[in-house]
């Protein structure tokens, strides 16, 4: 059988220590610390299983458990998951939280790399803040899935202020 040969690109985790300043939220009064690495590869396969998990379906509180334990440090998630209980925190709520910090995750500066270019330019026209993505015009579903990522970012913004 012929070879093809080598493939794959080395990476390092997404956010490393040295780049940047570690995040952290308030959780009911506990100081929670995101974790300062994480894996695109880890963050498709959760997003793969929540595909096919309805909203009313148990297992989606599961997804919504292992994203979270993606994002926060390890140290404090059992603190985190505790104070969840104890406050008997909803799928919405957990979800709502999910959202927030993975906006505030994916939204950091990371720092470019040698071999980078500085990225395009920027446009001169865009959309309105409020407008509809392409993919979303006329299905309600997505248009609601952004609008709400959107007020939990707001929220965790406000609460990180």
Not at 30 to 39: M, P, Q
Not at 41 to 51: F, Q
């Amino acid at each position: 059988m012929a070879n093809l040969g080598e493939f794959g690109t080395p990476h390092e985790p997404e956010v490393e220590e040295s780049d940047a300043e570690p995040l952290e939220f308030g959780w009911f009064g506990v100081t929670i610390h995101l974790a300062t690495s994480y894996s695109q590869v880890t963050l498709v396969d959760l997003m793969e299983s929540a595909r096919s998990v309805d909203e009313a379906d148990p297992t989606a509180m599961v997804i919504v458990k292992d994203m979270l334990r993606l994002f926060i440090n390890a140290g404090d998630f059992g603190t985190f998951w505790r104070i969840a209980k104890q406050q008997n925190q909803t799928l919405e709520d957990l979800t709502a939280l999910m959202q927030g910090l993975m906006a505030a995750l994916t939204d950091r500066p990371t720092p470019q790399q040698s071999d980078s270019s500085a990225g395009l330019l920027p446009t001169a026209e865009s959309l309105p803040a409020d407008s509809a993505t392409p993919a979303s015009r006329g299905r309600p579903d997505l248009q609601l899935v952004l609008e709400q990522g959107a007020e939990s970012r707001a929220r965790l913004a406000a609460a990180m202020g």
